[in-house]
Nanobody, 129 residues
Framework: QLQLVESGGGLVQPGGSLRLSCAASGFTLDYYAIGWFRQAPGKEREGVSCISSSTGSTYHANSVKGRFTISRDNAKNMVYLHMNSLKPEDTAVYYC??????????????????????WGQGTQVTVSS
């Protein structure tokens, strides 16, 4: 059974940092494109950061460029989202997702939720003083 489990969310003050982890079981992440998405109350789910399985290239939404970094540790079957300089507008439930289709636009992975087949249950990130 393919499963993704996120962890590492929590309450952090503005300007703080968090590292989200995504653990995969039942399949090997090496062959999957991985994306981190988030959804705030009343808003649509949006792609935050994605990483290609074939090239290792990454995508970051403009709102998080320079602050968030996605990385993968294939040996541990884990993917991470490193979040720095957090802002209140980063508050959302964060999901990791996996896709066996490594869809690229140019050299960047696609950040559309429709491309991703497997989803974790989400972890809450709250940025507040």
């Amino acid at each position: 059974q393919l499963q993704l489990v996120e962890s590492g969310g929590g309450l952090v003050q503005p300007g703080g940092s968090l590292r989200l982890s995504c653990a995969a079981s039942g399949f090997t992440l090496d062959y999957y494109a991985i994306g981190w998405f988030r959804q705030a109350p009343g808003k649509e789910r949006e792609g935050v950061s994605c990483i290609s399985s074939s090239t290792g290239s990454t995508y970051h939404a403009n709102s998080v460029k320079g602050r968030f970094t996605i990385s993968r540790d294939n040996a541990k079957n884990m993917v991470y989202l490193h979040m720095n300089s957090l802002k209140p507008e980063d508050t959302a439930v964060y999901y990791c997702a996996a896709s066996p289709r490594d869809v690229l636009v140019g050299d960047q992975p696609v950040a559309s939720p429709a491309v991703y087949d497997y989803w974790g249950q989400g972890t809450q990130v709250t940025v507040s003083s």
